[in-house]
């Protein structure tokens, strides 16, 4: 099973013992946080998941990672960003929203990539393997996001891809011939057209 089709990722509950941790304790701008493996042991997970949280937060620009000295917390006054991430972590109504809303955005930007970046062998074998794999939607665009070539756009999109599904908000039954359509309309770089399948796909009226 593809690691896409897990429903929640283990570093997602990271993030939020790690904030938790930061505001309990009074962490202030600079302070030092303890080490992937100080954590991997007080939190009793594996490194690699504390390694993928830190990165979380890194994206988020809550911390930085400075080699040899070890991560810190990141002067992030002014950009809101704390309240942001708890927005997210408190997975209210309106935390819900705007991660789908997002992940929509990203998703449709890396089509808009992908239609201006891809070549006509990637895009052809891209189409070869939909119609002879039977696969998952997340897998879908993942190869989407892979083709777009940005790997800032890669990061944000598996990141808010965890938290959408960790959210439940399930998926539409979409046929082949629909997600065919929008390759087909990148191959021709339609943008109208492949901006039509993509809400048909999305069950959106517009983007």
Not at 2 to 29: A, H, M
Not at 135 to 159: P, S
């Amino acid at each position: 099973m593809s690691s896409l089709d897990n429903s929640t990722k283990l570093y997602i509950e990271i993030v939020k013992q790690l904030r938790n941790i930061i505001q309990e304790e009074g962490y202030q701008t600079g302070d030092k946080l303890p080490s992937e493996r100080e954590m991997s042991e007080r939190l009793n997970v594996g490194r690699s998941s504390v390694r993928e949280a830190f990165r979380a937060l890194e994206l988020l620009g809550l911390i930085e990672t400075r080699r040899g000295e070890g991560t810190f917390i990141k002067d992030f006054r002014g950009h809101n960003l704390v309240q942001l991430l708890s927005t997210f972590i408190l997975q209210d109504k309106q935390a819900k929203t705007d991660i789908k809303e997002t992940k929509y955005l990203v998703e449709w930007d890396c089509i808009w990539l992908a239609m201006r970046k891809a070549t006509p062998k990637e895009l052809e074998a891209f189409r070869n393997w939909v119609t002879s794999e039977v696969f998952q939607e997340n897998e879908y665009f993942y190869r989407i996001v892979l083709i777009a070539d940005n790997h800032l756009f890669k990061r944000l999109w598996t990141i808010l891809t965890d938290y959408y599904n960790s959210l439940d908000f399930g998926s539409a039954i979409v046929d082949q011939k629909t997600y065919l359509s929008l390759i087909d309309a990148m191959i021709e770089k339609d943008e109208q057209a492949a901006k039509i399948q993509y809400c048909l796909i999305r069950n959106l009226s517009s983007i």
